[in-house]
């Protein structure tokens, strides 16, 4: 899958009729690749960034009154593809809780990032990005919800067209993971986490402890010294690569460094 960003906001451009737009679309399925797989760079993110990502992020949930068990789920898989420790995972809880908010200032905080990300359109499009992958997380988008993302690209100076392109490719995502590939890709995902005894809700700390006790436990070194016959050392060795194999899943989708 690592084109299919580029061609559906190739498509999603052409569609318009303008080449320009075909190849804004380009650049941003592009972007979208990138982010396939769950990798986000946090050491090119601010605590600025972080700490206004989470704080518009529980604002927009809670436009519509309710926060949803999906968008809590998609915000929390967003710390964790941010790699924040179990401290930061808690501050970000707290950002986000203060964003719900009535009285959380959403102009200022966005004229903030704006002035500490004006070179950096990129940066603009994933604040963007991320928000979309948690307010797509639920079955539908209510009115207020869609003014208010749309203040927020004003804000942030993106387009409708990339605002709808965006979309569009997440969207795009939500069906492959739909789909009988996108459901043999999570059972993969699923068996990593039971691999390692652990499960989605725990932090990247928790698998690489995870992932080393079990290491410690059955690598064919180990069981050395007890003179093991020749299953017991080919069984210790399954296990170490079913074990390497999951860590190194959960580590590539989960930017766990």
């Not at 601010?46 to 529980?58: H, I, K, Y």
């Not at 964003?99 to 903030?112: I, V």
């Not at 050395?224 to 069984?235: F, K, R």
Request: aromatic share 6%.
């Amino acid at each position: 899958m690592p084109y299919y960003g580029k061609i559906i906001g190739t498509l999603i451009g052409l569609a318009t009729g303008r080449p320009l737009l075909a190849l804004l679309g380009l650049i941003l399925g592009h972007q979208f690749d990138r982010g396939f797989a769950g990798r986000i760079h946090r050491e090119r993110l601010s605590g600025d960034f972080v700490a206004s990502l989470f704080q518009v992020m529980g604002h927009l949930a809670k436009a519509d009154g309710l926060v949803t068990e999906d968008e809590i789920r998609a915000a929390r898989s967003i710390m964790h593809r941010l790699n924040l420790g179990a401290a930061e995972t808690r501050q970000a809880i707290a950002w986000f809780e203060a964003g719900k908010n009535a009285s959380f200032p959403l102009l200022a905080t966005l004229q903030h990032l704006r002035e500490h990300s004006a070179r950096r359109a990129e940066l603009r499009g994933l604040f963007v990005r991320l928000l979309l992958e948690v307010s797509l997380a639920k079955s539908s988008l209510n009115p207020r919800e869609r003014a208010i993302i749309w203040t927020i690209c004003q804000q942030l100076e993106i387009g409708r067209v990339e605002l709808a392109q965006l979309e569009a490719m997440l969207r795009a995502q939500r069906g492959f993971r739909r789909s009988p590939q996108g459901n043999a890709d999570a059972l993969q995902v699923d068996r990593a986490y039971s691999t390692l005894g652990v499960d989605r809700s725990s932090t990247n700390d928790d698998i690489k402890k995870a992932y080393r006790r079990l290491m410690n436990r059955n690598h064919p070194d180990k069981i050395a010294s007890g003179n093991p016959d020749s299953a017991a050392v080919a069984e210790a060795e399954r296990k170490t690569r079913d074990i390497r194999g999951a860590y190194e899943m959960l580590k590539a989708r989960r930017s766990i460094r």
